[in-house]
T-cell receptor, first 113, second 111 residues
Framework: DVKVTQSSRYLVKRTGEKVFLECVQD?????MFWYRQDPGLGLRLIYF???????EKGDIPEGYSVSREKKERFSLILESASTNQTSMYLC????????????FGPGTRLLVL | GQNIDQPTEMTATEGAIVQINCTYQ??????LFWYQQHAGEAPTFLSY????GLEEKGRFSSFLSRSKGYSYLLLKELQMKDSASYLC????????????FGPGTRLSVLP
């Protein structure tokens, strides 16, 4: 069965802290994505990666960075958390080539105080 | 720009039929997806359309008109467990794997 896991379901951090969100998929997928989901705005793409060590900016990359050192793991980093980064963060993956649906992790609800 | 519109909320009665509409304007088109998302959970895949017409899958059907930039998700014989948000997403062609999501429609099924 397809599985995408995220390191935490809930996180509370303080303004200015460095935050790491980790995502792991066990499907050998080439492509991995980080979204944030806010009420009324839907899912917005932060970054995606189509291969190890490769990354592309999405629609809202400011304030975030990513790391993909291994195929199965895609990390989202908030260098200095701010209150406007309070949100639900969803990781997704899909295999390369053709049109394929995305498989999502359970999400991390981040609160920045 | 890229834009996907859906109604914010809908309410329907158990056993009824409901249609959730989605209109889109994107820079490319490589298919339209519908996802279901229960509160606090991950979105899960429901359907995919790339050609015009109706795709039926059990109680759920999805329709696409590419010329009108329009899709709908039809849910029949509604059950309480269908209460969820329904997300419309378009796969564009600029990155090859880029998906644009609508804001989602929160459906409440009442007894």
């Amino acid at each position: 069965d397809v599985k995408v896991t995220q390191s935490s379901r809930y996180l509370v951090k303080r303004t200015g802290e460095k935050v790491f969100l980790e995502c792991v998929q066990d499907m050998d997928h080439e492509n991995m994505f980080w979204y944030r989901q806010d009420p009324g705005l839907g899912l917005r793409l932060i970054y995606f990666s189509y291969d190890v060590k490769m990354k592309e900016k999405g629609d809202i990359p400011e304030g975030y960075s990513v790391s993909r050192e291994k195929k199965e793991r895609f990390s989202l980093i908030l260098e200095s958390a701010s209150t406007n980064q309070t949100s639900m963060y969803l990781c997704a993956s899909t295999s390369g080539g053709g049109v394929k649906t995305q498989y999502f992790g359970p999400g991390t609800r981040l609160l920045v105080l | 720009g890229q834009n996907i519109d859906q109604p914010t909320e809908m309410t329907a009665t158990e056993g009824a039929i409901v249609q959730i509409n989605c209109t889109y304007q994107t820079s490319g088109f490589n298919g339209l997806f519908w996802y279901q998302q229960h509160a606090g959970e991950a979105p899960t895949f429901l359907s995919y359309n790339v050609l015009d017409g109706l795709e039926e899958k059990g109680r759920f059907s999805s329709f696409l008109s590419r010329s009108k930039g329009y899709s709908y998700l039809l849910l029949k014989e509604l059950q309480m467990k269908d209460s969820a948000s329904y997300l419309c997403a378009v796969k564009g062609d600029n990155y090859g794997q880029n998906f644009v999501f609508g804001p989602g429609t929160r459906l409440s099924v009442l007894p």
